[in-house]
């Protein structure tokens, strides 16, 4: 990394307040249980975990919506959560991070999704309990959810559709979302899930990790990336593949970046995939629309993501030191060479 690029990418956070961004999605609520285990239980040859503390993180879209809102941007997030104890937590949640509230539907038919993990020492994960509805919603609160983007549409700079094939996204308001989108000249970024990429269509950027795009076009890890990403742009006029280690491809039918992984400690890449989508979007709007800028910006923010276990709101000061210190890294391989 040179000096202006770095520049560059100090400047891109600096605009991220005047940003404004629709996250719609599956919204999760992510519960901790950290603990010791020390012995098995007499019952089954299992651990016992003895609980110490719970915590609760922001999981899925509401991950996005997070990320956004820490770096001082406006997040408005719209999905459905149940009528429970659980709807109460995340609810608080979002108040406390400053992320917009208005067009979460409660809906009493379903309860809200909740992904427990259990944690023991050294932070060993030990199971994952999900409690969750994967029935579709139904369709008058699919009605409502539309009607509220509507609302809110002229209002902002860019959607995110963020989708963990639980019960939202429908084909269907994909579909209406994406015509809507169009008619208001918004741009669309979709963090995909599942093995059929074809309620996607429309989108203007398709964003799936290597392990979702092998699995959308089912093709093996010996296709080249470049062909993988061609038989996603049927679906999306740029896509951008995530692919961990072996960084960030970009293709839209003619320019093509690779962009190499940012050099860091891993601890859990849990919403890491939602950080770098949330970091695209603020970057595309930041930069006008520069996509080799916006790429490298969210490339470190999801390597900021993952020193953390669960999923973490990275602030523009953890953001700025990770880019400082590849820069401090690039300059001095180059000294020694």
């Given amino acids: ?27 999760i609520l992510d519960e901790y249980l950290w603990g010791m285990a020390n012995r098995l239980s007499p019952e089954a040859p299992v651990p016992i975990l003895e609980v110490k503390r719970k915590t609760y993180l922001l999981g899925g879209a509401a991950n996005v919506a997070n990320n956004i809102a820490a770096m001082g941007a406006k997040a408005i997030l719209a999905g459905v959560i149940g009528d429970d104890l659980y709807s109460g937590v995340i609810m608080d949640l979002l108040k406390k991070n400053k992320i917009n ?32 509805s994967l029935d579709k919603i ?40 994406v015509k809507l989108a169009n008619r208001h000249d918004k741009t669309i970024v979709m963090d995909p899930k599942g093995d059929d990429f074809s309620k996607y269509a429309g989108v203007d950027i398709l964003v799936p990790n290597m392990d979702e795009a092998l699995i959308a076009t089912k093709s093996t890890r010996t296709k080249p990336v470049k062909k993988v990403a061609s038989e996603l742009r049927k679906f999306a006029d740029k896509v951008i593949i995530t692919r961990s280690a072996n960084g960030v491809y970009y293709f839209d039918g003619t320019d093509e970046l690779y962009l190499p992984s940012a050099t860091t400690e ?72």
Avoid at 1 to 27: Q, R, Y
Avoid at 110 to 129: D, E, F, S
């Fill in 1 to 27: 990394m040179n000096k202006s690029l770095k520049n560059k990418l100090f400047e891109l956070i600096s605009k991220f307040n005047n940003a404004k961004i629709l996250v719609v999605g599956d919204i």
């Fill in 101 to 132: 509230t208005d067009f979460i539907i409660k809906d009493n038919t379903r309860p809200t999704t909740v992904k427990t993990r259990l944690i023991a020492q050294n932070n060993k994960h030990l199971a994952r309990v999900d409690n969750e």
């Fill in 138 to 177: 139904s369709d008058s609160v699919s009605k409502q959810i539309f009607e509220n983007i509507e609302k809110i549409i002229d209002d902002v700079d860019l959607i995110v559709l963020s989708d963990y094939v639980i019960s939202l996204l429908s084909a269907k308001l994909i579909k209406d979302i």
């Fill in 266 to 337: 891993v601890v859990d890449a849990t919403g890491a995939g939602g950080s770098f989508v949330a970091f695209l979007a603020l970057g595309l709007i930041g930069s006008e629309f520069n996509y080799s800028e916006s790429i490298e910006l969210a490339n470190y923010a999801a390597a900021a993501a993952v020193r953390k276990v669960g999923t973490f709101a990275i602030k523009p000061v953890q953001l700025k030191e990770i880019i400082e210190v590849a820069y401090n890294n690039a300059n001095q391989a180059g000294a020694s060479k």
